[in-house]
């Protein structure tokens, strides 16, 4: 059966209906398929009125689900912060003590120091005791070779000589010895005394000692000897098996030359007068450094306090159209302990040091000149000369013993470190990398030390 249509079922297009009537746009009801748009009206032409329902949510219902929605959320906020700022005190920890393992130290350190000038006259004697400023006497005697052309001459026989010093070693008492004293050496070589001495007493400090020629017991070139291939000491045969023997003893100081038998070369005059001034020459500057290379630890010589005394030629065959010329030097000087010389120069000075905790330098630069007609032998027993220059004393310190002493301790407690070394320290500062720690490290490997000095005139 057909359905009934009603008059409401059906609105003209062009009639308003109360339902189309727009309210405050506020206040409109929210309508499913809201046919008040103009693309609805444009496309079907006509208006169907609808029945509006009114969706209205529950305000109970949406005030709660808003509430945990914001509960929520805010939860999630603070544990995130709350997450961040433990990351953060983790990462200052951890910071903190790797800092602390990785920490390194650097002290610096300036030592006092003093410059002392030097300029005087000053007057020294052998082995004098103290106050008194004392010298020791060195000597020793070395020879230059030189082959030349040379032709044969007269058949002669000819003695080597040298140079020895003979040595008392614990003798309170001198002892001659007389011209003519024979010396056996380790080669089983008898050599003479050529003039009579006398050997000085020993001293707590030194031995005694006198310098002597010596000659072969025979002549010929089998006396003939360099002082390199010596080994130990000359014995005296007289007193072989006896107490004395230990006491007093000879020792070669130079090579052993000159010995000869057959045929004498003989060679030119002006080959020989170049020959000698080439010797000269050498001699002068070989010399001086032999000597030099036989000052004992702890003593000093200067270059103005040596006397060198050259020999005549010689002339030894050594084939059938060859000749050695040779030429010895005695070269003597004086030597001063340096203890004794640096108490002279600056004792007042020296004093404001701890014993053994400083160190003088500049006594090799100080320019040393004999007075007018001063000579240099191994008769010398006393000297006058002056000194020009300066001298440095500068406080001694060790740096493993700061590192020591500093180990594990607060920055703060550094002074009280310093302090104890006052008298050598002018200054010291400590500093910490990285700046935050405060600490010392407890390992000296973490510890370094710069040492520096300050210089004051005085």
Same mark, same amino acid.
């Given at each position: 059966?057909?359905?009934?249509?009603?008059?409401?079922?059906?609105?003209?297009?062009?009639?308003?209906?109360?339902?189309?009537?727009?309210?405050?746009?506020?206040?409109?009801?929210?309508?499913?398929n809201s046919p008040h748009t103009a693309a609805f009206r444009a496309e079907r032409g006509i208006r169907v009125p609808v029945h509006l329902e009114h969706a209205v949510a529950s305000p109970s219902s949406t005030s709660k689900k808003e509430i945990r929605g914001g509960k929520k959320k805010k939860t999630i906020k603070n544990r995130t912060w709350l997450l961040i700022g433990a990351a953060l005190v983790c990462c200052v920890v951890i910071v903190y003590a790797a800092s602390i393992f990785l920490a390194r130290a650097s002290v610096s350190i300036s030592l006092r120091s003093q410059n002392v000038p030097v300029g005087g006259t000053f007057t020294a004697a052998q082995n004098a005791e103290s106050p008194n400023l004392a010298f020791q006497v060195i000597s020793t005697t070395t020879t230059a070779h030189v082959s030349v052309p040379a032709s044969p001459g007269a058949v002669v026989n000819t003695y080597a000589t040298g140079m020895a010093i003979l040595i008392n070693a614990s003798s309170p008492s001198t002892q001659k010895i007389i011209a003519g004293t024979r010396l056996l050496n380790d080669q089983g070589l008898v050599y003479k005394t050529v003039?009579?001495?006398?050997?000085?007493?020993?001293?707590?400090?030194?031995?005694?000692?006198?310098?002597?020629?010596?000659?072969?017991?025979?002549?010929?070139?089998?006396?003939?000897?360099?002082?390199?291939?010596?080994?130990?000491?000359?014995?005296?045969?007289?007193?072989?098996?006896?107490?004395?023997?230990?006491?007093?003893?000879?020792?070669?100081?130079?090579?052993?030359?000159?010995?000869?038998?057959?045929?004498?070369?003989?060679?030119?005059?002006?080959?020989?007068?170049?020959?000698?001034?080439?010797?000269?020459?050498?001699?002068?500057?070989?010399?001086?450094?032999?000597?030099e290379s036989l000052v004992p630890t702890g003593y000093i010589m200067y270059p103005k306090a040596i006397s060198v005394v050259l020999s005549s030629t010689t002339v030894s065959?050594?084939?059938?159209?060859?000749?050695?010329?040779?030429?010895? =030097?005695?070269?003597?000087?004086?030597?001063?302990?340096?203890?004794?010389?640096?108490?002279?120069? =600056?004792?007042?000075?020296? =004093?404001?040091?701890?014993?053994?905790?400083?160190?003088?330098?500049?006594?090799?630069?100080?320019?040393?000149?004999?007075? =007018?007609?001063q000579t240099f032998s191994t008769k010398t027993t006393s000297v006058k000369f002056t000194l020009s220059g300066a001298i440095n004393i500068v406080g001694v310190i060790d740096a493993n013993n700061i590192k020591s002493q500093l180990e594990g301790k607060p920055i703060s407690a550094s002074n009280s470190v310093f302090s104890q070394y006052s008298s050598v320290i002018q200054s010291a500062q400590v500093?910490?990398?990285?700046?935050?720690?405060?600490?010392?490290?407890?390992?000296?490997?973490?510890?370094?030390?710069?040492?520096?000095?300050?210089?004051?005139?005085?």
């Amino acid at each position: 059966m057909a359905t009934k249509k009603i008059v409401q079922d059906i609105v003209p297009s062009k009639r308003r209906s109360i339902r189309d009537v727009v309210l405050n746009k506020d206040d409109e009801p929210v309508r499913k398929n809201s046919p008040h748009t103009a693309a609805f009206r444009a496309e079907r032409g006509i208006r169907v009125p609808v029945h509006l329902e009114h969706a209205v949510a529950s305000p109970s219902s949406t005030s709660k689900k808003e509430i945990r929605g914001g509960k929520k959320k805010k939860t999630i906020k603070n544990r995130t912060w709350l997450l961040i700022g433990a990351a953060l005190v983790c990462c200052v920890v951890i910071v903190y003590a790797a800092s602390i393992f990785l920490a390194r130290a650097s002290v610096s350190i300036s030592l006092r120091s003093q410059n002392v000038p030097v300029g005087g006259t000053f007057t020294a004697a052998q082995n004098a005791e103290s106050p008194n400023l004392a010298f020791q006497v060195i000597s020793t005697t070395t020879t230059a070779h030189v082959s030349v052309p040379a032709s044969p001459g007269a058949v002669v026989n000819t003695y080597a000589t040298g140079m020895a010093i003979l040595i008392n070693a614990s003798s309170p008492s001198t002892q001659k010895i007389i011209a003519g004293t024979r010396l056996l050496n380790d080669q089983g070589l008898v050599y003479k005394t050529v003039s009579t001495v006398v050997i000085p007493a020993a001293t707590s400090k030194s031995s005694g000692t006198v310098a002597v020629k010596v000659i072969a017991d025979a002549p010929g070139p089998s006396y003939n000897f360099s002082l390199t291939s010596l080994k130990g000491d000359l014995s005296i045969v007289a007193w072989q098996g006896t107490a004395k023997a230990k006491i007093f003893y000879g020792r070669m100081t130079s090579d052993v030359t000159g010995g000869s038998s057959g045929t004498k070369m003989t060679v030119g005059s002006a080959t020989l007068a170049t020959t000698a001034a080439t010797l000269t020459s050498n001699l002068s500057l070989s010399a001086p450094q032999v000597l030099e290379s036989l000052v004992p630890t702890g003593y000093i010589m200067y270059p103005k306090a040596i006397s060198v005394v050259l020999s005549s030629t010689t002339v030894s065959s050594i084939g059938s159209t060859t000749a050695n010329i040779s030429m010895s =030097a005695m070269v003597t000087g004086i030597i001063f302990k340096e203890s004794d010389l640096e108490n002279t120069l =600056a004792k007042n000075q020296i =004093a404001q040091f701890p014993a053994d905790n400083y160190s003088v330098n500049g006594l090799g630069s100080l320019v040393f000149a004999p007075l =007018a007609g001063q000579t240099f032998s191994t008769k010398t027993t006393s000297v006058k000369f002056t000194l020009s220059g300066a001298i440095n004393i500068v406080g001694v310190i060790d740096a493993n013993n700061i590192k020591s002493q500093l180990e594990g301790k607060p920055i703060s407690a550094s002074n009280s470190v310093f302090s104890q070394y006052s008298s050598v320290i002018q200054s010291a500062q400590v500093s910490i990398v990285p700046f935050w720690i405060r600490t010392i490290p407890s390992s000296p490997k973490r510890i370094s030390v710069a040492i520096s000095t300050s210089s004051s005139a005085k």
